[in-house]
Structures are given as C-alpha cells and as structure tokens.
C-alpha cells in the first residue's frame, strides 16, 4: 500500500518523462491512498495542460476518463479534525502550502501515525522533502 500525491498520479495520466515509472510503481503495488482532493487537483493539473496546449483537447476526455478509472479503485483519506490538525503541525515544521500539508497529514493518518510503515510516491520535491523528513519511504519516479 502506497499513498499517492497528486503529482504522481498526474505522472500516471500525462505523457511526462516519469509516466513510465509511475505506471511500474503501480504495477508493483496496486493499492493506492489518497487525500479526498486528488480528484480535483488532478484535473486542475490536466485543465492547465489543456489550456497551455500541452494536452490537446481531445485528448483530455481520454486522460479524465482513466482519472475516473483511478479513482474507481483507490482509498481516500477523508477530511476530519484529525487531519487538519495535523496538518496545522506540518505548516510549522515545513515549508508547505495548504493543500501539500493537507496531503502529508492525510499520508500520516494513513499511516497510523507510523510513517516509516507506509511508502510515498511524489514528483512534488518540497512535499517529497518534508514526507522524507517525517520518516514515509520515498518512491523514486525522477
């Protein structure tokens, strides 16, 4: 079981140089975790792609489909006290936005408070950086 951030699904969806990585790691290890937001930071990141035309527009419905698909199959880490709280910890101790911290904490209570039991697969290298640094595995797709 690995919990996934949401640049690291995105490297599952994109033609990206660490697609190929992403997809042996799922390989590797079907379960996937993740906080209650990926859905929509994924298609933020595909809809910014799609504006910048690196993603051309039919292909789009095509990416969000295999999202959906993803989405079919993974555990999510919902939001509670718990999670934010522990997020609020991680804004003091790393230098993360929001959403990164919400992620981490949403990593740690997956983890049962035990991040060394538990993997990480990022592309995100602040987030990478500071889940190192509270003890989860990381998961090398670079």
């Known amino acids: 079981m690995r919990f996934w951030d949401s640049s690291a699904v995105v490297a599952l969806l994109a033609a990206e140089e ?4 992403a997809v042996a790691s799922l390989a590797d290890d ?3 975790l993740v906080w209650w937001a990926t859905p929509i930071e994924c298609a933020s990141a595909i809809a910014r792609r799609e504006r910048d035309g690196s993603l051309p527009g039919p292909d789009v419905l095509a990416v969000l489909e295999q999202l959906d698909a993803l989405a079919a199959a993974w555990s999510e880490i ?3 006290a718990q999670v934010r709280a522990m ?3 991680l804004l003091r101790l790393h230098p993360l936005r929001a959403a990164d911290a919400l992620q981490l904490a949403a990593a740690i209570i997956a983890a049962e408070h035990e991040p060394r039991s538990m993997d990480f697969v990022c592309l995100d290298d602040r987030l990478a950086a500071a889940a190192s640094r509270e003890g989860f595995r990381l998961v090398a797709l670079r």
């Not at 660490?18 to 990585?21: F, G, H, T, V």
């Open 87 to 89: 997020a609020r910890r």
């Open 30 to 32: 079907p379960v996937m």
């Open 18 to 21: 660490a697609r190929a990585r």
């Open 78 to 80: 919902l939001p509670s």
